[in-house]
């Protein structure tokens, strides 16, 4: 079975989540999700995170500490999803993949309907006093 390495952002401010939801025909199909993706291989996890959240959110951040990671399968592949937190640089947004974007109470994290890779991961970090 590949392998792969996919990253995803933890933007947290004012006690609030940065979440966004993909396009309607995408593969996730309209659905809640950290923002980030898979990682080049010629890329460190924090170079992912920088380019894709230049690519779908036309911003700058700063890539931090890395909080926490699971695997899933998707397409007979196994991702090693990897969780950091990130501060953004700026915060005008242009979504290029995403229809919606916005910051979320832990609560409503819970009732948004997410990607499951992003789900099970939601719950990890909130065991482990992420949010």
């Known amino acids: 079975m590949n392998e792969r390495i996919t990253t995803c952002a933890i933007v947290i401010e004012d006690s609030k989540i ?21 990682n080049r291989y010629t890329e460190s996890e924090a ?4 380019r894709e959240l230049d690519e779908e959110l036309g911003i700058k951040c700063e890539v931090g500490r890395f909080l926490c990671s699971i695997d899933f399968v998707n397409n007979d592949i196994l991702y090693h999803l990897k969780a950091y937190e990130v501060k953004l640089l700026e915060h005008s947004f242009s ?17 948004l309907d997410m990607v499951p890779s992003d789900f099970s991961l939601t719950k990890k970090l909130i065991e482990q006093g992420v949010f």
Do not use: M, P, Q
Request: proline share 0%; charged share 25%.
């Open 18 to 38: 940065l979440v966004a939801k993909r396009c309607v025909g995408n593969t996730t199909n309209g659905k809640w999700e950290f923002v980030g993706g898979k």
């Open 47 to 50: 170079e992912t995170l920088s």
């Open 95 to 111: 979504l290029s993949v995403h229809s919606e974007i916005k910051y979320v109470t832990k609560d409503e994290l819970l009732s």
